[in-house]
DNA sequence: GCGCTTTTGTTAGAGGCTAACAAGTTGTTA
DNA sequence: TAACAACTTGTTAGCCTCTAACAAAAGCGC
């Protein structure tokens, strides 16, 4: 609620097309909607779309959760593996998501399974995560490469266990999952 | 030098197309590098670069090493853990590899870390080695999502050290920078 | 040589995305 | 309140990736 009224309504104007765009690519496929559909759902000019989403992926896939995921990250003790503080943190952060967060996230992935663009698109901000963990943690006291190839892997786990709670239809806890695998990760290794 | 005239021609053609197409997206960067350009470089029009490569990043990511790598994972002891069935064998393929293999491993690197969309399509084919991967560990003693999850992490572990040795210039072996990931990701966990 | 298949070129077009300009709206200052 | 600046939107034109449909050319088996 804060901001001018220009900047609210460029937040509505932003939140209007997302929804529209969501609602149309579940109900016809996202290769079957066009861009102009969605503008025209959300009544606005596909160039006003383009302007708010630089991409028609990023209709799907844009969230701000990667400096939230950062700085929860960076809180943790210094003293602890690595991987617990990576991996604990997804797992709570999980568990702790409001419903209409998991209905979100389910959606998105049933549309990243569905499609290629999207799952790669998916995947490469998966890779973008990767990073910022990788800076949270940056603190002279381990060696990049290490935290790279530990922060990689950590997703890699926390991703196949949320395509598998996607696949499976969604049900039960999905942070349950997600420590199962980091679990297979650490005793398999 | 086996087939018909026909295929061995398709092949000529293919591979002039992709050898046009690498030299120019180097030299000029592959964003300002229409699929125009490398048709006419190629001497062949544009639905013909089309239909042998069937999106513009093809011409740069298409390989057939996964039915290889999945051989060579399946012929492996299968009393040995997991993350060395796999690890081992990335790890002695890409010592095995010739010169020419890594200089174009190298070459898409180089691409893949400039341009985002090569980035993605890179990372969405490692999702796909991954399930050939799990489809040559399936032999019923093994949970399909243990298999995801540690053929996932060793993947993004892979990765990591392979991005890593194109970022340093490709200089050194590869292959010993990726089996000091593997080796960070069993001593980490 | 003669059908048959495969490969190629041409054309037309849809759809994602960008640049440029004009018009309308909001914020700010006198 | 009037005027000027900043921002947002729509419109238009166009580039580029990629697909479909049809016709022409070249290799294949008889």
Redesign the pocket.
Known sequence: MEG????R??AL?RQEIREHAMRLFLEHGY?N????DV?EAA??????V???F????DLVLTDEFDPVLAARIKATPADRPLIRRIGDTLVESLAQASLADLEMMLARLRLGLATPALRARWLDNEYLTQTVIVEALSDGRHDEFRLRVVAGSCLAAVTTALIRWAESGGQGAPHELVAQALDILQEES
């Open positions: 001018n009224l220009r900047e309504r460029k104007v290769d909607t066009t861009v102009a503008a009544g606005v000019s596909s160039m006003t383009f302007r708010h630089p991409t028609k992926e």
